[in-house]
């Protein structure tokens, strides 16, 4: 099992930053992936961003590419989501997830454990 902490959300004005943060213990993969994704009330949950946990390759939904950073600290197991010119669109329940193929991909079902999420308002 591997349990997943996500924290940082928070209510922010647009155009505003706030960096996420997800807390990984538990099972440990001998290569794996970490993602966010994210989900808006009655609407399916969505890829933001992914990395890969050795070599630190990154993978981007367009909608937040140049805006969004996903980061890891592999001493602290932590992997991290800089969001920056936030956007009121940006408004979700964002989710930590993890999966053992290290291969960046976007799909829900490909992520093996998720956290439980933290949310992020964004006020125009």
């Known amino acids: 099992q591997v349990q997943l902490v996500e924290s940082g959300g928070g209510l922010v004005q647009a155009g505003g930053s706030l960096r996420l943060s997800c807390a990984a213990s538990?099972?440990?993969?001998?290569?794996?992936?970490m993602a966010w994704f994210r989900q808006a009330p009655g609407k399916e949950r969505d890829f933001v961003a992914a990395?890969?946990?050795?070599?630190?390759?990154?993978r981007y939904a367009d909608s937040i590419k140049g805006r969004f950073t996903i980061s890891r600290d592999n001493a602290k197991n932590m992997v991290y989501l800089q969001m920056n010119s936030l956007k009121p669109e940006d408004t979700d329940v964002y989710y930590c997830?993890?999966?053992?193929?290290?291969?960046?991909?976007?799909?829900?079902?490909?992520?093996?454990?998720w956290g439980r999420g933290t949310q992020v308002i964004v006020a125009s």
């Open positions: 990395i890969t946990w050795s070599a630190g390759a990154t």
């Open positions: 538990g099972r440990t993969f001998s290569r794996y992936c």
């Open positions: 997830a993890v999966e053992g193929l290290a291969v960046l991909r976007t799909a829900e079902g490909a992520y093996d454990y």
